[in-house]
């Protein structure tokens, strides 16, 4: 009886201490997140993110609370963007030249492409505030002006 019994202790604790490491920061167990930002051109967003960039729509909404927005998925609906207008938009925040969203291509096709469907759409690169970013990546705004950049590679973790 007493064998079981530490053993159940054992088995226990280490399922604790197993919840406790999974939960330690309980954000790494988030299972989707949104990026939102205001506009006061939602018509010129949709477009630009829907039709030029081709990321499907997965969300809208018209009077909400004044509110009318649009979501965007970037690509399975675990991570996406929102943009939100106001029906009595006061001034925006200006983005900086160092306000980015980066979109990592892991193949040269596909990165090449990208730029191709923004170039021909009338969105030429600018150049990055950032040098780190100008050998191996375009940088593009967005109609409001907040920047894109396209990385030819991906992001590896340390």
Not at 135 to 141: L, P
Request: hydrophobic letters at 35%.
């Amino acid at each position: 009886m007493k064998t079981t019994s530490f053993y159940l202790v054992i088995l226990l604790t280490f399922q604790y201490v197993s919840i406790m490491a999974q939960s330690a920061n309980p954000f790494t167990n988030a299972v989707q997140f949104r990026i939102a930002r205001p506009t006061s051109q939602l018509h010129k967003i949709k477009t630009f993110y829907c039709e030029v960039l081709g990321f499907p729509l997965i969300g809208h909404f018209e009077g909400h609370d004044g509110y009318d927005g649009l979501m965007v998925g970037i690509p399975n609906e675990k991570y996406h963007l929102e943009f939100t207008q106001h029906a009595k938009q006061s001034d925006l925040p200006k983005p900086t030249r160092e306000n980015l969203l980066v979109f990592y291509f892991e193949d040269d096709t596909s990165y090449l492409a990208a730029n191709q469907r923004l170039q021909v759409s009338g969105y030429q690169p600018v150049a990055p505030e950032n040098p780190y970013w100008a050998d191996k990546s375009f940088t593009y705004e967005d109609p409001d002006g907040w920047r894109i950049v396209l990385f030819n590679g991906l992001f590896k973790t340390l």
